[in-house]
């Protein structure tokens, strides 16, 4: 049973071209000024939270129960579900480790079964927030300020599968750590966005 409907409010990033498949026709989102437009209409996402995919697999057992829940009971179905509740989006959390293809932490069926999961929301409508996670129920031994190498190499695997999607929302780094502040800093973070492979 879905339960935490409400706002969902983050930094983001939309790039890409508009969907060339019609199954990703809805939920498309651009950028107009300060704003966020979603189908034509003015924009603030309203749905879920997920964390089915916010731990490797590898690090279930060293965690809180509740993300072995969402881990092990974690089905597509789940999409049309926050659709009927009420929900435009899905803002999914991933592990940083558990994206990483050079991570022990990572295995293809995590890899791949996340982007299904991906597939899985656009498919039943929602727009996707994707959100890069490092904390330490990731399986991270040594959390990193994001955005690092890893980070980098995460979005380096996952920009080229859904960066044709305009429903696919890009959650470039979670919580940055950038000193003094987020805003301060953001001219010298173009390089992250560029290494990253957004080119921006």
Known sequence: MLSGLGSVT??????GQPAAQSGDARGQV????NHLVRDGHPWIPHGFYQIAFEVSPGALPTQKPFWTIASQNYAPTEY????AAGADSVRIQV???????????????????????????RAAG??????????????ELMPAILPND???????????????????????????????????????????????????
């Open 126 to 139: 929602l727009t996707v927030i994707i959100s890069i996670q490092d904390e330490s129920q990731t399986g």
């Open 150 to 200: 890893v980070t980098r190499r995460v979005w380096r695997e996952l920009a080229p599968v859904f960066g044709h999607d305009r429903g696919i929302v890009f959650e470039l780094f979670n919580e940055p750590g950038w000193k003094p502040s987020p805003i301060i800093n953001a001219p010298e973070r173009v390089n992250d966005f560029d290494t990253a492979g957004f080119g921006i």
């Open 95 to 121: 592990s940083q480790p558990g994206m990483d293809p050079d991570s022990p932490l990572s295995t293809p069926a995590f890899r791949e079964g996340f982007k299904g999961a991906v597939r899985a929301a």
């Open 80 to 83: 049309t579900e926050m659709r």
């Open 30 to 33: 651009l950028v107009d000024g």
């Open 10 to 15: 983050c930094s983001v990033a939309v790039y």
